[in-house]
């Protein structure tokens, strides 16, 4: 990842993170995170809107993923576009290692914490349209976003937390383990 | 519900949902809310901490909720249980066709969208212990939860647009879909 190493956009996100860690998110200002990157407070608004955002980067993550299911192979069913899309993203994204720090540094602040809500359902509503494409009857389209989010939330810590696997893997399996969680068990003598 | 529809708290609701519907949620005051449900402004934050808040209830039905599912049957596997409790909640929460008005005004306000994510967060959160505490395993809690959520919101928009149907029913329907939905489709001969 040599652009965001050295860009002044990873700058500011790998100084804000560990600004956050050692010192927490309410305490720390934009000006901090700024002079830590090297750079004035004027240029961190050039890259995000507010605090909150320093993690989240901008629309990138949800362009990527759009992206993604717009170029899909048109073999794939859309829900395996959209499994492949999820699955694939995260380590183009940013290293594992700052996700992991990341991850848990949103856990810890409510602020944060909202943010990352707001910004998964943006991307559930900038994924419908991709996913109408692909022939998913309307009606559908958000259910299917919402358990492939499901679906994805239960993989991401596992992975975060055990560096030999991959995302796709692990949500593959969180996908296998869906009809069971829903389907009432077979009935059996007690 | 002749107690919601009498005291104070009731007629707040209702009166905001009116104005947020007549003149927008931006464009109404906590004091005009008060004033139009015959109350001062003061009296609205003794039951509401804000003006999102107007159209949640508070806590109200997260507790009702956790209450449900710690003391559905025990005979109940954890997401019989879990299902049950969403899909009887909503009518007894408020009047269907409150519920409906209030849908539209909470789609049509990012601020509303905003609180109803964290709402929705705020109640996962809650369920958590209570599922545990039936033995579900803790790392496969959430994804129980999410899961049942994806459903919910499923069902929700058609049972608020279809009188003769109950939200359980149609969760029940949402639920069988859900293999499908991600399951990979059996091959054939293209």
């Known amino acids: 990842m040599p652009r965001w190493e050295s860009d ?3 700058r500011l996100e790998r100084a804000a993170l560990e600004l956050f860690e050692t010192q927490g998110f309410e ?5 901090q995170i700024a002079g830590a990157a090297g750079l004035k407070e004027r240029s961190f608004y050039r890259y995000f809107p507010d605090k909150r955002e320093v993690l989240f980067a901008g629309n990138e993550l949800e362009a990527h993923l759009v992206a993604q299911v717009e170029a899909a192979d048109p073999g794939l069913t859309p829900i395996e ?13 940013r290293p594992r290692e700052f996700l992991l720090r990341r991850a848990r540094v949103i856990a810890a602040n409510p602020a944060l914490a909202e943010r990352d809500l707001i910004k998964l359902a943006a991307i ?6 991709a996913l ?3 022939g998913v009857e309307p009606g559908k389209v958000r259910f299917m976003i919402d358990v492939v989010l499901a679906i994805h939330r239960r ?3 596992r992975w975060l937390a055990e560096p030999d696997t991959t995302l796709a893997q692990l949500m593959a399996q969180a996908a296998a383990e869906l009809c069971e969680v829903v389907a009432p ?4 003598i007690r």
């Open 8 to 10: 002044a956009q990873g």
């Open 27 to 31: 305490r720390t200002s934009v000006a």
């Open 81 to 93: 576009a959209l499994l492949a899309a999820l699955g694939t993203a995260e380590e183009i994204f």
């Open 124 to 129: 559930a509503d900038a994924l419908a349209p």
């Open 132 to 134: 109408e494409r692909r």
């Open 155 to 157: 993989a991401m810590p």
């Open 185 to 188: 068990p077979a009935p059996t």
